[in-house]
């Protein structure tokens, strides 16, 4: 596979350029007043990747409110286990904004750091997760090029790794680059009991304590799908000196859908 081709376009997102364009419009909060609309710097972000429809306006809220570097590593989790547990795209990606190049020089550091992480296509055919993130960071950055890390449940140690890789990369270059890890939270549970894994799984974000979290979802069987990258991004803003998280907001998919019986959480966070 030399170009990445869309996934989940007019499915998850308009696949038009001009409807694409249209809907990110108009999910972006509406602009405030200069001095008060002063974009921070961020180490990394967590993102929602459900349809639009669902997570699109908190994604929006969540990835404008901070400065968008011209290179982001975007981490998501591995819905369908297909290719490596730890697995790159090297490849450019056609999206209905344009073409999206790869950091190539991003990615050879990552695997000169790591063992685990391999060049993989096929994790990243069919996978929503990373795909969903980049129209938004189009939109904010218009000298995007992006690098997709697709990972499996793997364990805290290799986490560890990882996030070490990542900060060892960051820091090599010694530009500023951006960590996007991409989740969903608890999955088809009601609301009452959605929110309360949630806000399990949440403090332990907010606290900035990622072993926390990694064990909470497991101890509580949370539904979260994007707890390894979102361990991950933790780990390495923390290399990096990352001591505060905002949240930016929490919703889930019945204030869409009106189903409060089965509904799917999403949170936007940002760590600094």
């Not at 170009?3 to 509406?30: C, K």
């Not at 000298?143 to 805290?156: E, F, N, Q, T």
Request: aromatic content about 4%; hydrophobic content about 40%.
């Amino acid at each position: 596979m030399t170009i990445r081709q869309p996934a989940v376009a007019d499915r998850f997102y308009p696949g038009s350029p001009e409807a694409l364009t249209l809907a990110i419009n108009e999910l972006m909060p509406v602009a405030r007043p200069i001095a008060a609309r002063q974009k921070q710097k961020a180490l990394a972000v967590v993102s929602p990747h459900a349809g639009y429809v669902y997570s699109g306006a908190l994604a929006a809220e969540t990835l404008s409110s901070i400065e968008i570097p011209e290179t982001v590593i975007i981490i998501g989790p591995n819905h369908r286990g297909q290719g490596a547990p730890v697995a790159l795209s090297n490849v450019t990606w056609d999206m209905p904004l344009g073409k999206v190049p790869v950091d190539i020089e991003v990615c050879d550091l990552l695997r000169s750091h790591s063992q685990h992480i391999k060049v993989d296509e096929m994790a990243h055919k069919h996978e929503h997760s990373l795909e969903v993130q980049v129209p938004f960071l189009q939109m904010l950055q218009k000298k995007l090029s992006i690098v997709p890390l697709v990972v499996s449940h793997i364990s805290y140690l290799l986490c560890e790794e990882l996030a070490k890789a990542i900060a060892a990369t960051i820091r090599t270059t010694a530009r500023d680059i951006l960590i996007v890890a991409s989740s969903d939270m608890n999955h088809f549970e009601s609301r009452q009991s959605n929110e309360k894994k949630d806000q399990l799984a949440l403090q332990c974000i907010e606290q900035m304590n990622p072993y926390n979290l990694y064990h909470t979802v497991s101890d509580n069987r949370i539904s979260m799908c994007g707890v390894i990258p979102v361990t991950i991004a933790m780990l390495a803003a923390k290399i990096q000196g990352g001591t505060k998280c905002r949240l930016v907001g929490y919703t889930d998919s019945g204030y869409v859908s009106g189903d409060t019986g089965q509904v799917v959480g999403y949170a936007g966070v940002v760590i600094d």
